[in-house]
């Protein structure tokens, strides 16, 4: 049986209460009420949430989608009152993006909570406004003050859509428990290769029921599929709501497009554009910067890959795994060129690590490192070989630049691990240990864990995904869905990273000393 609901819109406050997802702050701006405010049909809304993303020190990233066209009216304020305003901006949201907005607020204060709200105002005519969402995002610090943020990765896969009997998507609700300054997707925000069935049959007899929309129903091939895939997500109210107040840093991966794409051999009929670029590729990036609250680079129009510098404390490395690969499979008897970064991506990466002086430098990758796969980079034990190439490069270089704290995080396998790489266990050992978490799926199909290779002398030290006797693609609702928490600690540095599930439950932790920077001038800066 399929069911149709319609979304609510969330609003719940930082530091005292995680509120209902349907409670609304209806009022207009400044709280007096307006005799237009009547006119419902009128009235432009707010069609699927609000979003903050990409915050610096001094600016953030402001998203939402109204119902028409219409014009996006922000202000926000470091007190929820709003008794005092710092900054106000506005931004169309017209048919050819499908009504989102996005707007880069800046000159805002460092280390502040920044309460925003968000209306929808007639373009023509500015005092026929809808009602306004309140949301919240934290600026970085320019001192040394603690910081706490999550990952995953992994939404609405393997056909698991919302099911609000069982809850909707819970790890949101979780998630926002946690309290985290920001959020890293690690990619696969859709599934636009995985249609949402109206009912699955779970393994002990019950039934799973889908919410369904016509553009969840297809494999994704349209602008307008594509984009169904993200405004689907946002029916869910644990998701509105804990967008709305924690800022995310989005990256993608394989299933914003299709299964395991890359630049060469995945197009539909389609076919290319005069540039060599797959039209179907485009308009999936078209869709994901559109929903996304993330910025533009002027360097390159659609790249995903950058940098968030966080304080003293974080730089937050994100990158793109997909955008620049050799070919879809990573088999080991392809021949001639092959990478997984490409040239530009890897230069970029290694001058931003050497130019860090962040205490922690946090590579956010949508695929793991020794996994076995033939869509990712490892292939097997023994020495490094095609996509291994640039890895071992790239940490041969962190060991020779002397880039110190280094901690890889990701998602895309579908259950929870910890990896320490050691070279005295490796193949190719001209790198410095370093610690690499997974986890996910946030709601889909939960996976077994996977074989790792011994070429950079991965070590399982933690693993938990279903098991052989529950099967594969176990459905959200038997509890085994995670996401990782780090906290870095403002005195020490230290950093402790902690794998939970959708229960909110600590499954392991480790806590993780940093090592000084021993560049040539570093040592001094760390004590002045």
Same mark, same amino acid.
């Given at each position: 049986m399929a069911i149709a609901i319609r979304g609510k819109q969330g609003l719940t406050r930082r530091h005292l209460l995680v509120r209902s997802a349907s409670t609304l702050a209806l009022a207009g701006f400044g709280g007096l009420a307006r005799p237009y405010l009547s006119r419902a049909a009128e009235r432009p809304q707010i069609a699927c949430g609000i979003q903050s993303g990409d915050v610096s020190q001094s600016s953030a990233m402001v998203w939402a989608r109204a119902d028409r066209p219409a014009r996006m009216r922000v202000e926000c304020s470091t007190v929820e009152s709003f008794r005092t305003i710092v900054r106000v901006a506005s931004a169309d949201a017209l048919p050819d993006q499908d009504f989102t907005s996005k707007i880069l607020l800046e000159g805002l204060p460092p280390g502040q &909570?920044? #309460?925003?709200?968000?209306? #929808?105002? &007639?373009? +023509?005519?500015? *005092?026929?406004?809808?009602?306004? @969402?309140?949301?919240?995002f934290r600026t970085a610090p320019t001192d040394k003050t603690s910081i706490s943020f999550l990952w995953s990765g992994d939404t609405t896969g393997q056909g698991w859509g919302i099911d609000p009997a069982r809850g909707g998507m819970r790890t949101y609700r979780t998630m926002l428990e946690n309290r985290p300054d920001f959020f890293i997707h690690s990619g696969d925000h859709i599934y636009a290769d995985c249609p949402v069935p109206s009912e699955l049959k779970l393994p002990d007899g019950e039934i799973w029921r889908n919410i369904v929309t016509e553009e969840k129903s297809v494999v994704a091939r349209s602008l307008e599929e594509f984009r169904g895939n993200y405004k689907y997500n946002l029916l869910d109210d644990n998701l509105r709501a804990f967008h709305a107040l924690v800022p995310m840093l989005a990256q993608w991966d394989d299933h914003e497009v299709t299964n395991d794409w890359s630049p060469i051999g995945t197009a539909d009929e389609t076919g290319y554009t005069d540039d060599g670029k797959s039209r179907l590729v485009e308009r999936a990036r078209r869709a994901f910067f559109e929903f996304m609250p993330i910025r533009e680079t002027p360097e390159e129009r659609g790249r995903v890959y950058r940098k968030i510098a966080y304080g003293p404390l974080l730089d937050v490395f994100l990158i793109d795994m997909r955008s620049y690969r050799d070919s879809t499979w990573n088999k080991r008897d392809d021949r001639g060129d092959t990478y997984i970064l490409g040239a530009a991506q890897l230069a970029w990466l290694k001058r931003e690590l050497a130019a860090s002086d962040a205490t922690w430098k946090v590579i956010a990758a949508d695929l793991p490192i020794g996994l076995v796969s033939e869509d990712a980079i490892a292939l097997g034990d023994g020495p490094p070989e095609r996509r291994e190439h640039e890895i071992a490069d790239?940490?041969? #270089?962190?060991?020779?630049?002397?880039?110190?704290?280094?901690? =890889?995080?990701? +998602?895309? /396998?579908?259950?929870?691990? +910890?990896?320490y790489y050691d070279p005295n266990r490796a193949v190719f050992c001209d790198f410095e240990p370093f610690w690499e978490f997974v986890s996910g799926p946030l709601h889909a199909g939960t996976w077994a864990p996977g074989e790792l290779d011994n070429t950079f002398g991965p070590k399982a030290v933690f693993q938990k995904g279903c098991s052989a006797e529950q099967g594969e693609?176990?459905?959200?609702?038997?509890?085994? @869905?995670?996401?990782?928490?780090? *906290?870095? *600690?403002?005195?020490?540095?230290? /950093?402790?990273?902690?794998?939970? &599930?959708?229960?909110?439950?600590?499954? =392991?932790?480790? *806590?993780?000393?940093?090592?000084?920077? +021993?560049?040539?001038?570093?040592?001094?800066? @760390?004590?002045?």
């Open positions: &909570d920044i #309460f925003y709200r968000v209306r #929808f105002e &007639d373009i +023509a005519s500015p *005092d026929i406004s809808g009602e306004t @969402q309140t949301g919240h790239l940490l041969s #270089f962190i060991k020779r630049a002397g880039v110190t704290n280094t901690v =890889w995080l990701t +998602a895309d /396998m579908h259950y929870t691990a +910890a990896h693609n176990l459905a959200p609702c038997f509890g085994l @869905q995670f996401f990782g928490r780090v *906290d870095i *600690d403002g005195r020490s540095g230290v /950093m402790t990273v902690t794998l939970k &599930d959708v229960g909110n439950r600590d499954l =392991w932790s480790v *806590d993780i000393e940093p090592r000084p920077d +021993a560049r040539p001038g570093r040592l001094l800066a @760390q004590h002045i």
